[in-house]
Nanobody, 127 residues
Framework: QVQVVESGGGLVQAGGSLRLSCTASGLSFDDYAMGWFRQAPGKDPEGVSCINWSGAYTYYADTVKGRFTISRDKAKTTLYLQMNSLKPEDTAMYHC????????????????????WGNGTLVTVSS
């Protein structure tokens, strides 16, 4: 049974940092593109960041470029998102996604059609 479980969200002041983690089990982690999409109340899902199966390609939304860094630890089957210089507009539920195509297209488009995703971890940034 595949499980994708996020952690690391919380309440932080603007300018602060958080590191999200996503542990995936029950799938061939090395073969999957892994990424994050987020959804704020009343808004459509937004692709935040993704790393392809090999790690050779990474995607960042323009809204987070230069502030967020994605990484993956294949030995631990864990994905990370280091978020720095957080802004109130980063407030959202962050979901981890796994795409068996190995590519980041679906994650970057907001997560629709990915193979697996988690329940999310809430990030709240106060001004």
């Amino acid at each position: 049974q595949v499980q994708v479980v996020e952690s690391g969200g919380g309440l932080v002041q603007a300018g602060g940092s958080l590191r999200l983690s996503c542990t995936a089990s029950g799938l061939s982690f090395d073969d999957y593109a892994m990424g994050w999409f987020r959804q704020a109340p009343g808004k459509d899902p937004e692709g935040v960041s993704c790393i392809n199966w090999s790690g050779a390609y990474t995607y960042y939304a323009d809204t987070v470029k230069g502030r967020f860094t994605i990484s993956r630890d294949k030995a631990k089957t864990t994905l990370y998102l280091q978020m720095n210089s957080l802004k109130p507009e980063d407030t959202a539920m962050y979901h981890c996604a796994a795409d068996g195509s190995g590519s980041c297209g679906r994650v970057s488009a907001g997560g629709g059609g990915v193979d697996y995703w988690g329940n999310g971890t809430l990030v709240t940034v106060s001004s």
